[in-house]
Nanobody
Framework: QVQLVESGGGLVQAGGSLKLSCAVS????????MGWFRQVPGKEREFVAA????????DYADSGKGRFTISRDNAKSTVYLQMNSLKPDDTAVYYC?????????????????WGQGTQVTVSS
């Protein structure tokens, strides 16, 4: 059984930083493209960042470029999302996801497994 467990969310003031983690178990982590998405009530899940398993290429949504950094530690089966200069608009539930196929990283439907989500709240 594949499990993805996020941690690191919380309440932070605008301009602050948070680092999210997502630990994967049940399947080989090093062959998964890992993505971070976020969602607010009433809106569709939104792509944030992804890191490919094959070459560690990183993709970012425009909203996070220059502020967010995705990374992975294959030895720990964990993917991270470092978020700096946070804004109130970044408030959302953040989900990590794993794709073991050859999907398009920004497309949520291409991911095979999802975590339960972690709340990030940025106060103004």
């Amino acid at each position: 059984q594949v499990q993805l467990v996020e941690s690191g969310g919380g309440l932070v003031q605008a301009g602050g930083s948070l680092k999210l983690s997502c630990a994967v178990s049940g399947r080989t982590f090093s062959t998964a493209t890992m993505g971070w998405f976020r969602q607010v009530p009433g809106k569709e899940r939104e792509f944030v960042a992804a890191i490919l398993w094959s070459n560690d290429r990183r993709d970012y949504a425009d909203s996070g470029k220059g502020r967010f950094t995705i990374s992975r530690d294959n030895a720990k089966s964990t993917v991270y999302l470092q978020m700096n200069s946070l804004k109130p608009d970044d408030t959302a539930v953040y989900y990590c996801a794993a794709d073991y196929g050859l999907g398009y990283p920004p497309r949520a439907d291409d991911y095979d497994y999802w975590g339960q989500g972690t709340q990030v709240t940025v106060s103004s």
